[in-house]
């Protein structure tokens, strides 16, 4: 009876060695970087993914080259274990939580350098004094870094502006900004209450590089409205672009979340013609939060609990090579 006990306690152990090494290959579609995540050797993770699939009587992953990818009965036990997974190796960070003691542990955060400009210094400095336990860790990286490294769960959490929300992540706004014109203080436009596009279009535009979202933008509502216009300058992140408005070499589109006030700028309100931006919470679809995770998000809601949160035209769901996020845009 004793042995009988003691057999099933290390076979329950063994499955959750396993399927840990299955989630970890699903996620990053490749044995040897599962392996390199959870600091094994690549045949033991083979291994243990084999044992899994003769213990299902099926097969978990189809193999293209160095690749790999789920089978659809692979795809069902990936959604099934990693729930199961993550719980069991954040379950001490839980029971903290559940205890009321969230004073340690480590949070990620990927972010563009607009978001962390000028959405995340408040809320982040709130967190810090709240929970001076927890080390934060902040990673600046554009949009298709910030989604590779959720989906590989090198970070917790993401915060950006999503224009096309693939299916495999969720995210959700917490506030929105106002598309605005800006113009050097002694430009013929400064000062109006309202613009028109024809009358934006015979000045030139500093914009952010052509491969970007803002650019696609404006060019799509200028055909739109059947008209041309020309671009003076590409230059890379707002205060850089701001920068260049003010010494008078050409007008820009911003979103007026990086409008200080203090700028010698003159700003007018362009929401007739331009989507609003909302900036929000971006996670992987089916992630464990931790409960430096929730922690984090309770801090922003309160951060922009005065904000209300304008709706958007919902985005279309895309496949994960077509979406951009942030303005790594404009950074």
Not at 100 to 107: A, E, H, I, K, S
Not at 137 to 160: C, F, P, S
Not at 221 to 250: C, D, P, S
């Amino acid at each position: 009876m004793t042995v009988g006990s003691g057999s099933q306690i290390h076979y329950k152990q063994n499955r959750l060695k396993q399927l840990r090494a299955f989630c970890h290959a699903a996620r990053t579609g490749s044995v040897s970087a599962a392996a390199e995540k959870i600091f094994l050797s690549q045949p033991t993770v083979s291994l243990q993914i084999q044992a899994l699939e003769r213990e299902f009587g099926t097969v978990l992953f189809e193999r293209r080259g160095p690749k790999i990818k789920l089978t659809p009965e692979g795809d069902l036990l990936f959604q099934m274990a990693e729930p199961l997974v993550e719980g069991m190796d954040k379950l001490h960070e839980a029971f903290a939580t559940q205890a009321g003691r969230v004073d340690q542990g480590v949070l990620n955060i990927a972010a563009g350098e607009s978001t962390i400009l000028y959405i995340l210094p408040g809320p982040i400095q709130d967190f810090v004094e709240q929970y001076p336990g927890i080390e934060l860790k902040l990673h600046n990286v554009t949009g298709r870094d910030g989604l590779a490294m959720l989906r590989a769960d090198e970070v917790d959490l993401a915060v950006g502006s999503m224009l096309e929300i693939p299916d495999d992540i969720t995210y959700r706004p917490f506030v929105t900004y106002q598309p605005t014109l800006i113009t050097p203080l002694d430009h013929p436009l400064a000062g109006k209450e309202r613009v028109t596009l024809e009358e934006i279009a015979p000045y030139g535009l500093i914009l952010p590089p052509r491969h970007l979202s803002t650019w696609r933008m404006v060019d799509l509502v200028f055909k739109q409205h059947n008209l041309g216009y020309r671009v003076t300058m590409e230059a890379g992140g707002w205060e850089v672009i701001k920068k260049y408005v003010e010494l008078g070499l050409g007008i820009s589109i911003v979103t007026d979340v990086c409008l200080t006030g203090e700028e010698k700028l003159g700003r007018i309100p362009i929401g007739q013609y331009f989507p609003r931006r909302s900036y929000g919470i971006v996670q992987r679809r089916g992630k464990f939060l931790s409960p430096q995770t929730k922690c984090f998000i309770k801090t922003l809601d309160r951060a922009f609990a005065d904000r209300i949160v304008e709706p958007l035209p919902q985005p279309q769901p895309q496949t994960a090579g077509d979406t951009e996020w942030e303005d790594a845009l404009l950074g």
